[in-house]
């Protein structure tokens, strides 16, 4: 199977599957001698692994990274760092129950991509859905280790769940500080309350419900992208349509856009005191595929898990027509986890736009 690298100049290769030995990624086109450690990377990983509240999968996973190649240490610095060579990350799996799965190994379940790949390749590997896993995106969150060191302390990544289910939160009320003080990432501590007893019926029920994540990248400044084939929100919206069970992406207003005027939408300025001043920001820190220096604001829309105890109907490899059901440890919402993969992948762009705008223009 190809298509397992993302990138221009920051390229990230994943490999691995669900229920193998290991998991991991090679990132290539780092600059040397960037101080980071395998501590940094972790801190990264804790924020996404799975077994960490009630609400997530229970699958238990330390999700330990260890760092095979691409550093070095330095006597100048009494650290590691990296060498502008390939760096090789790889996780192990420990927590495996493969026979869980047994059942459904030519089964198709409703919501999976284990029809699709039967249809392209011939073969699946149906312990949790192999390479089409969402534990393939811990490789992405240590990727995204290497490329917040890239884009250094001046550029902040933060992400929030803004809705679970038809339940939407009340942007009035909305605190950053909140999102690392309760398990759904929820920037506010009252509405974090009201969405963990929904969420929890859910639970209960064997089902599953979808949600919306949204990530604000500050710091940015303005000149990154480029106005046609490689524009900044293009190059987004790819990396966010790469993760497991999105299937929507907003830049700024968004779909809300359509239902604004002219002068509702456009983004009014002034002379501020550094520079230009934005009156507001509905194309979310991007115009004509270049960043503004506002900050960036993408969300996404990711569907329910496709993994619940309510019989669907399906077929199985062999033309019969079959009911399944599945079992196993899943998310009742995927999303949860999904913050610090969607931050993952601004990160991995924004190193990857950073680079290229420097090979272009230098230090103009």
Same mark, same amino acid.
């Given at each position: 199977?190809?298509?397992n690298?993302?990138?221009?100049?920051?390229?990230?290769?994943?490999?691995?599957?669900?229920?193998?030995?290991?998991?991991?990624?090679?990132?290539?086109?780092?600059?040397?001698?960037?101080?980071?450690?395998a501590?940094?990377?972790?801190?990264?990983?804790?924020?996404?692994?799975?077994?960490?509240?009630?609400?997530?999968?229970?699958?238990?996973?330390?999700?330990?990274?260890?760092?095979?190649?691409?550093?070095?240490?330095?006597?100048?610095?009494?650290?590691?760092?990296?060498?502008?060579?390939?760096?090789?990350?790889?996780?192990?799996?420990?927590?495996?129950?493969?026979?869980d799965?047994?059942?459904?190994?030519?089964?198709?379940?409703?919501?999976? %991509?284990?029809?699709?790949?039967?249809?392209?390749?011939?073969?699946?590997?149906?312990?949790?859905?192999?390479?089409?896993?969402?534990?393939?995106?811990?490789?992405?969150?240590?990727? %995204?280790?290497?490329?917040?060191?890239?884009?250094? %302390?001046?550029?902040?990544?933060?992400?929030?769940?803004?809705?679970?289910?038809?339940?939407k939160?009340?942007?009035?009320?909305?605190d950053?500080?909140?999102?690392?003080?309760?398990?759904?990432?929820?920037?506010d501590?009252?509405?974090?309350?009201?969405?963990?007893?929904?969420?929890?019926?859910?639970?209960?029920?064997?089902?599953?419900?979808?949600?919306?994540?949204?990530?604000?990248?500050?710091?940015?400044?303005?000149?990154?992208?480029?106005?046609?084939?490689?524009?900044?929100?293009?190059?987004?919206?790819?990396?966010m349509?790469?993760?497991?069970?999105?299937k929507?992406?907003e830049?700024?207003?968004?779909?809300?856009?359509?239902?604004?005027?002219?002068?509702?939408?456009?983004?009014?300025?002034?002379?501020?005191?550094?520079?230009?001043?934005?009156?507001?920001?509905?194309?979310?820190?991007?115009?004509?595929?270049?960043?503004?220096?506002?900050?960036?604001?993408v969300?996404?829309?990711l569907?329910?898990?496709?993994?619940?105890?309510?019989e669907?109907?399906?077929?199985?490899?062999?033309?019969?027509?079959?009911?399944?059901?599945?079992?196993?440890?899943?998310?009742?919402?995927?999303?949860?986890?999904?913050?610090?993969?969607?931050?993952?992948?601004?990160?991995?762009?924004?190193?990857?736009?950073?680079?290229?705008?420097?090979?272009?223009?230098?230090?103009?």
């Amino acid at each position: 199977m190809s298509h397992n690298t993302f990138g221009h100049l920051f390229r990230v290769t994943t490999w691995g599957e669900s229920h193998g030995p290991a998991l991991g990624c090679v990132v290539d086109g780092c600059p040397a001698g960037i101080p980071i450690s395998a501590e940094e990377i972790q801190h990264w990983l804790d924020l996404r692994k799975p077994g960490t509240s009630k609400l997530v999968t229970q699958r238990k996973e330390a999700d330990a990274v260890k760092i095979l190649s691409g550093v070095f240490e330095d006597d100048r610095t009494n650290g590691q760092v990296t060498t502008g060579t390939p760096i090789s990350l790889m996780i192990e799996n420990t927590d495996q129950r493969s026979k869980d799965y047994g059942d459904i190994r030519d089964k198709y379940r409703p919501g999976h %991509a284990d029809y699709a790949y039967d249809a392209k390749y011939g073969v699946r590997d149906y312990r949790g859905g192999g390479r089409s896993s969402a534990r393939e995106t811990a490789a992405r969150v240590a990727a %995204a280790g290497i490329a917040r060191k890239v884009l250094g %302390a001046d550029i902040t990544i933060r992400g929030a769940l803004v809705q679970i289910g038809n339940k939407k939160l009340d942007r009035s009320k909305w605190d950053w500080n909140e999102t690392t003080k309760n398990p759904l990432w929820c920037p506010d501590a009252n509405t974090a309350a009201e969405w963990t007893d929904y969420l929890e019926s859910i639970r209960k029920a064997g089902s599953s419900v979808g949600a919306v994540i949204e990530i604000v990248a500050s710091g940015v400044p303005a000149g990154w992208g480029a106005p046609i084939y490689s524009k900044l929100d293009s190059d987004l919206a790819m990396a966010m349509m790469t993760i497991n069970a999105v299937k929507g992406v907003e830049i700024g207003a968004g779909f809300e856009s359509a239902a604004l005027t002219g002068e509702e939408n456009a983004d009014q300025m002034r002379i501020g005191e550094n520079g230009p001043e934005f009156l507001s920001n509905n194309n979310g820190g991007v115009l004509g595929g270049i960043s503004t220096g506002q900050d960036i604001v993408v969300r996404i829309a990711l569907k329910p898990t496709s993994s619940i105890l309510t019989e669907r109907k399906s077929i199985d490899k062999h033309g019969n027509e079959v009911d399944i059901r599945t079992i196993g440890r899943h998310d009742p919402c995927v999303a949860i986890r999904g913050v610090p993969v969607a931050e993952a992948m601004m990160a991995c762009v924004l190193a990857d736009h950073k680079l290229r705008h420097r090979g272009q223009m230098g230090g103009v």
